[in-house]
Structure formats: structure tokens, C-alpha cells
Nanobody, 124 residues
Framework: QVQLVESGGGLVQDGGSLRLSCAAS????????MGWFRQAPGKEREFVAA????????YYADSVKGRFTISRDNAKGTVYLQMNSLKSEDTAVYYC?????????????????WGQGTQVTVSS
């Protein structure tokens, strides 16, 4: 079992930055690929970014590439999402998730554990 707790959400102006954190506890954090997803009101949950457990290789949705950076600190059991140049369309609840899969990291149902989410609101 892995418990995930997100933090760092809030209200920011268009063009601003936020850093989300996801603290993991329970089973060995370093053996899971970690992902960030988001869900805006009235929309389906969508993939944002993922980082592999082994090489720490990042993957991004096209909509955030070049603006968001995912990173992880296995010693601290924490994954981060640095979000820069935020836009109003980034407004959503952001979820951290963990998966033991070796492929398909953008596929939400493939994740084993989820956090409770943190709200990010970008005002224009």
C-alpha cells in the first residue's frame, strides 16, 4: 500500500508559477513510476506528466511541455511538479498517482494509488 498526499496548490495569476509536491509513504517509493493528472470542472481527467522510477526519465503531455517540470527525490519519497507560465486552462484539481507498470504512463486507470488532489486556480 502507498499513501500519497499532495500539497502546494492555490490561486495564482496568469503567467505565474506554482510548485506541487506529493509525499509518499508506505511501500518502496523508488520502485514506482509517479504521475500527475488533472481534472477540470466538467472535463475528464487528463495526463499531465510522469517520471519513471528507474532512470527518472520524464514524460509530458503536449499541453504542458516546456512549461511544467516533473522531478522526484527518492530519498524523501516526494515527487514535484514545477508549473511555470500558468494559463487559465491549467485550472484544475491536480492528482498525484503511482504505478508499478513499465509502460503506458499516460493511462490513468493503470495507476495503482492516488492522492486526494490539490486545487490549482489560475486567474486571468
Amino acid at each position: 500500500q502507498v499513501q500519497l498526499v499532495e500539497s502546494g496548490g492555490g490561486l495564482v495569476q496568469d503567467g505565474g508559477s506554482l510548485r506541487l509536491s506529493c509525499a509518499a509513504s508506505g511501500r518502496t517509493f523508488s520502485s514506482y513510476t509517479m504521475g500527475w493528472f488533472r481534472q477540470a470542472p466538467g472535463k475528464e481527467r487528463e495526463f499531465v506528466a510522469a517520471i519513471t522510477w528507474s532512470a527518472g526519465r520524464p514524460y509530458y503531455a503536449d499541453s504542458v511541455k516546456g512549461r511544467f517540470t516533473i522531478s522526484r527525490d527518492n530519498a524523501k519519497g516526494t515527487v514535484y511538479l514545477q508549473m511555470n507560465s500558468l494559463k487559465s486552462e491549467d485550472t484544475a484539481v491536480y492528482y498525484c498517482a503511482a504505478t508499478s507498470r513499465t509502460t503506458g504512463w499516460s493511462y490513468g486507470p493503470g495507476y495503482d494509488y492516488w492522492g486526494q488532489g490539490t486545487q490549482v486556480t489560475v486567474s486571468s
